[in-house]
């Protein structure tokens, strides 16, 4: 035996002595290929409760993914200013209107940070805070409509909240965990109206899985020069998830404010960053991902309706389901005796139940428990 064998193994066993995990165990032992794939659940787990797109990424993508590890020892600048020129060629906009951060969570997290120096965020009351709050937790308040019955966005409502103490307001379209839509005049209306008062943010998460992309967006009001931010993400119809790259169009000014509270391109890699320059001019993955999600949530609608439960009109890909009088995280948590793993309860919306689209036997796993878990619950 080798004295470099006797490091090894005296290391290994250093490690397990001191509980640590096997993934831990296999880096100490210095044996990549030996590294479990804990990025995906176990066997027979159908994982459902993340709005990920397994059908990603692209052939592309993963070609462009191994290229670059070839030049992994480099910092990512070169490539962050191809992808925002492919973006700002793509939109009408110059680089200056775009920027990049760890996913969309980064952009949208440094604009929450950036307005809350200015006074207070306002939303609806039920839609994706998670940036939001982490603006809370650094002093910022955050101010939400009254609930509305039919869980839409009541956009006249918004428009009459807000005030002198408004700093940013924060629309979802589609929302989630709603997965509404809003008529996008209606909301172009309103951008320009609140735009005299205040910044608009409007996250576009889930743009490309509309009926109409091109339609629903509101990138031409940062065209036309209004206090408007529009974030993306290559997360959702991508399926890069894991690989962290969003983005944010805005005015220079408001890129400008926000980039005060970023790390810039330190904030990115460049594998995900290739990826992205990989996957966002090529349409065909984009409709053959497209076409899989609207097969898994038809698969899901269908359950639902014929286990006699309603569901919201999702233009996303998941669907959020009213549960009548049952406790929406009991309903997790049976289905997740199940092995289905979904969401549970949302603030206060006690029977409304989120299932995210993936793999079509886990969409079915998923869909052949509904009555099984309901008779549990109702027993």
């Excluded at 692209?58 to 030049?71: K, M, Q, V």
């Excluded at 998670?130 to 809370?136: D, H, M, N, V």
């Excluded at 509305?148 to 909240?161: C, H, K, V």
Aim: charged fraction near 20%; aromatic fraction near 6%; include cysteine.
């Amino acid at each position: 035996m080798t004295q470099g064998t006797n490091r090894r193994a005296f290391l290994g066993s250093a490690l397990a002595a001191a509980g640590l995990s096997p993934i831990a165990q296999a880096i100490g032992n210095n044996a990549p290929g030996a590294l479990p794939t804990l990025a995906l659940p176990a066997p027979g787990v159908a994982k459902l409760n993340a709005n990920e797109n397994p059908v990603g990424p692209s052939p592309a993508a993963r070609a462009a993914i191994a290229e670059s590890a070839t030049y992994g020892a480099y910092y990512v600048s070169q490539n962050v200013k191809r992808l925002k020129a492919m973006i700002a060629e793509r939109h009408g906009l110059t680089t200056e209107h775009v920027a990049l951060s760890s996913g969309s969570s980064g952009v949208l997290t440094y604009l929450a940070v950036a307005a809350s120096r200015e006074g207070h965020i306002l939303g609806p009351d039920l839609f994706w805070d998670t940036t939001c709050k982490a603006a809370e937790r650094q002093g910022a308040v955050i101010e939400r409509l009254p609930k509305s019955p039919d869980l839409t966005i009541d956009l006249d409502a918004m428009l009459a909240q807000v005030n002198g103490q408004t700093a940013l307001v924060h629309v979802t379209n589609p929302n989630n965990p709603t997965g509404l839509m809003l008529d996008a005049e209606r909301l172009r209306k309103f951008c320009r109206a609140a735009t005299k008062k205040t910044m608009v943010l409007v996250d576009e998460a889930y743009n490309e899985l509309t009926d109409d992309p091109d339609g629903n967006t509101m990138v031409d009001l940062v065209r036309e020069g209004h206090a408007v931010a529009v974030a993306r993400t290559f997360s959702k119809i991508f399926g890069l998830a894991g690989m962290r790259v969003g983005y944010i169009m805005s005015t220079p000014e408001i890129i400008e404010k926000l980039s005060v509270f970023s790390l810039g391109d330190y904030a990115l890699n460049q594998a995900g960053v290739a990826a992205a320059i990989a996957s966002y001019t090529d349409e065909a993955f984009m409709a053959e991902s497209k076409q899989k999600i609207f097969e898994a949530r038809g698969m899901v609608e269908a359950g639902l309706k014929a286990n006699g439960l309603e569901y919201l009109p999702s233009q996303t890909n998941f669907v959020f389901a009213n549960l009548g009088s049952l406790d929406a995280e009991k309903f997790r948590a049976e289905m997740a005796a199940r092995s289905v793993l979904i969401r549970g309860i949302y603030r206060d919306y006690t029977h409304h139940s989120r299932v995210s689209m993936g793999n079509l036997p886990d969409v079915a796993q998923y869909v052949e428990n509904i009555p099984k878990v309901l008779d549990a619950l109702s027993a």
